[in-house]
């Protein structure tokens, strides 16, 4: 079974996924670790010198690589719901959960976190909204499951994922 989780820059997927993948004991991946393997550098290195299509090819086929793996949890990155053949492979491929934050939540939890060159700009809040309108309708027609993160820890987030997975019959209840 692949379990696939999609959502906003910072919405946990990283975090999440690593921990689900060990309640679960399969294997996880994060989508932006493997295409920096791939590409050899930072993908915002890459994005400078290749541009943002360059970028996507190489976001597609990792994604298409990772999807066709029996069993894992996929944390990918928050643009890859924005080519139609991502959103269908992402869909297809097993179970995803839209990891779904609000712009203020995002904004709140990131807004120290000099690593991400998305939020280096004048109005970050204005940028995480902009993000969110273009990418919440994406993101939903991706997922089979939406969890609004909110404010819990990531074990609770944890359970929450697992529970609709055992509501589902996707995964087994523990005894």
Do not use: W
Request: hydrophobic content about 40%; some cysteine.
């Amino acid at each position: 079974m692949v379990i696939v989780l999609v959502g906003l820059p910072g919405s946990g997927k990283s975090t999440v996924g690593r921990q689900l993948a060990r309640r679960l004991g399969i294997p996880f991946t994060d989508t932006d670790h493997a295409i920096e393997q791939r590409i050899g550098c930072s993908i915002r290195e890459y994005f400078e010198r290749e541009g943002e299509v360059a970028f996507r090819d190489v976001e597609e086929e990792v994604i298409r690589d990772l999807t066709a793996v029996p069993d894992g949890v996929l944390a990918t990155g928050g643009g890859a719901v924005l080519r139609p053949a991502n959103r269908e492979r992402l869909r297809s491929a097993g179970h995803t959960i839209y990891l779904r934050s609000t712009p203020e939540e995002l904004f709140r939890r990131l807004k120290h976190d000099a690593n991400r060159p998305l939020l280096q700009v004048a109005d970050p809040l204005g940028k995480l909204r902009g993000l969110y309108d273009e990418r919440d309708p994406l993101y939903r027609e991706t997922a089979h499951f939406v969890i609004e993160t909110g404010r819990p820890s990531v074990s609770t987030l944890v359970n929450m994922i697992v529970m609709q997975l055992e509501l589902a019959g996707i995964v087994s209840a523990r005894p």
